[in-house]
């Protein structure tokens, strides 16, 4: 089996969020997956039944709209010979983009990135991308990351390239007390026994946290002092857990500070692993900034000047960026121009000021194009390697916040 990139796989998972936003007018769009081996003649005669029985919905408009989107899915079928390895996924229906009146048939064709296990046809007020969802996320690489003291713990689950406190805990323990004598012994023995306590809690939350990841490929225990040892030589943690601890490491704090000072060490732990490869791209990026200037771009229109000029060795996007490129026309004089907008909260403002060229309240928004699928697009064209790199990680937050979120490495850097 093709194993999918990480371009390919966040291009799915972005088409997929996009499609789970999606909603109808009624109980008409249409989802269906069809797992591999599954004859496509089969299904087609099952929804010809189906096309029979929508003959009866009671409103017009939805019995209108649920027959084109399955005489759609229909249409679409017969063009397979026969039904692909992984499977196929359909989802089809109209939706509305403003009054009654407005839908407008869509239908998406998807190859599954994993063999399909079940069978489903739904009609729906939206489309049921769950199942897609699931098969994505199994994807990722999952690690562990523990790191305990006296005072505190914090258990992380590190997904692909995200990392995720999932339980921050403070053991209430007071530190070593000076006095000396019988009290000192007295409150030795008691801090021991609040340390077994607390032991006992975080082996708690650890276990359940790292127990119910089935694809939990290593788990990285770390922490100040000695105590992390005294932690796994007791009886807290798992056996099953035990097993999988790939790396024990020290770090000075176990809250979030920790965490970042345990990813740093990471990448020579989990050498192969998502989130080490991003790291080193994002730190590459940043010294060839520094070092040389010129031998990156920053920012949509230069990236995209230079993707053009066929001077860009690798694109950067941080993964969650949400910029737009709009596209402004005046109804009054005709001007038109783009512009690129960081939050899509924003757009509508930008056509409640007068026409730059005629000065008139005419602006109305033309088009809207996401920076991140224009730049796929156009990398896709040009065939220029695109990496994205997680907003969870630090690179991440520079790229995003210092330098836009998109930006390219050129050929001589
Ligand atoms: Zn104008």
């Given at each position: 089996m093709k194993k999918l990139t990480r371009t390919e796989v966040y291009k799915l998972r972005r088409a997929i969020r996009q499609l789970a936003r999606k909603k109808g007018r009624g109980t008409e769009l249409i989802s269906l997956y069809i797992p591999p081996g599954r004859p496509i003649s089969d299904v087609i005669s099952m929804l010809r039944q189906e096309l029979s029985t929508a003959?009866?919905?009671?409103s017009r408009t939805t019995r209108k709209n649920v027959m084109a989107a399955l005489e759609r899915v229909i249409q679409r079928l017969k063009l397979f010979k026969s039904t692909p390895p992984n499977g196929l996924v359909i989802f089809s229906g109209a939706i509305p983009r403003g009054p009654p009146g407005s839908e407008r048939m869509e239908i998406y064709v998807l190859e599954p990135p994993l063999p399909l296990q079940t069978y489903l046809y739904r009609c729906d007020n939206r489309f049921h991308t769950e199942i897609l969802e699931q098969m994505l996320s199994s994807l990722d690489e999952v690690y562990g990351l523990l790191l305990l003291d006296t005072s505190g713990a914090s258990v992380s689950l590190i997904r692909g390239s995200h990392v995720e406190i999932v339980k921050e805990m403070e053991s209430g323990i007071p530190g070593k007390h000076s006095a000396g004598g019988q009290s000192a012994r007295r409150f030795e023995r008691l801090r021991e026994m609040e340390v077994n306590l607390f032991f006992h809690r975080v082996g708690k939350w650890a276990n359940k946290i790292f127990l119910s990841e089935d694809r939990l490929q290593g788990i990285i225990v770390g922490g100040p002092a000695h105590t992390k040892n005294e932690f796994l030589e007791g009886d807290y943690l798992d056996y099953r857990l035990k097993d999988k601890i790939i790396a024990i490491i020290d770090v000075a704090d176990v809250d979030e500070q920790g965490v970042k000072q345990a990813l740093a060490q990471l990448s020579s732990i989990l050498k192969d692993a998502r989130i080490t490869k991003e790291r080193e791209l994002g730190q590459r990026f940043l010294s060839v900034a520094s070092k040389s200037p010129n031998a990156v771009a920053i920012g949509y229109d230069e990236v995209l000047r230079r993707m053009r000029e066929g001077v860009v060795d690798t694109v950067l996007i941080v993964e969650d960026l949400s910029s737009v490129i709009v596209t402004i026309k005046c109804n009054n004089c005709g001007y038109h121009f783009t512009k690129v907008v960081e939050d899509p909260t924003q757009i509508r403002k930008l056509v409640e000021v007068p026409c730059p060229n005629c000065n008139s309240y005419g602006l109305a928004i033309s088009g809207e194009k996401e920076v991140v699928d224009a730049v796929l697009e156009e990398a896709d064209n040009l065939s220029i390697r695109v990496e994205i790199i997680s907003s969870s990680i630090e690179e991440g937050v520079i790229l995003k916040k210092a330098f836009g979120g998109v930006v390219a490495i050129l050929k001589w850097a």
């Open positions: 003959a009866n919905i009671k």
